[in-house]
């Protein structure tokens, strides 16, 4: 059975912020495939959610959480395996500090 996949309100806002970005530095086609790819790999959580591994791994505090790794982003979620649900927290571009960046903004 395939599991729900929900995004977070804040999730969203990153994906508007990368968006934007990509739309003014590389124009409307790359942002689109862009865009595409990131929700095809995060929509795959819904038949592979244990396809990221535990956040715990970077910090022991993590314990819950899972991060999912791509060759520009991260993607940090939640599993809810009673309800066969995916919640998508953050998207963080690999340039950035993802590991900081996830802590500060659980706080």
């Not at 729900?4 to 969203?12: H, L, R, T, Y």
């Not at 899972?66 to 939640?78: E, M, Q, S, V």
């Amino acid at each position: 059975m395939s599991y729900k996949v929900e995004f977070s309100n804040d999730a969203i806002d990153d994906l508007e912020q990368l968006q934007k970005y990509l739309k003014n530095h590389f124009g409307n086609t790359s942002d689109e495939r862009v865009i595409e790819r990131l929700l095809k790999v995060m929509l795959s959580l819904s038949n592979f959610p244990n396809r990221g591994r535990p956040a715990k791994l970077l910090f022991v505090y993590l314990d819950g959480y899972y991060y999912l790794h791509t060759r520009k982003n991260t993607i940090f979620y939640t599993i809810d395996p009673i309800k066969k649900h995916v919640r998508i927290l953050r998207i963080f571009s690999n340039h950035e500090d993802v590991l900081a960046r996830f802590i500060n903004s659980l706080n």
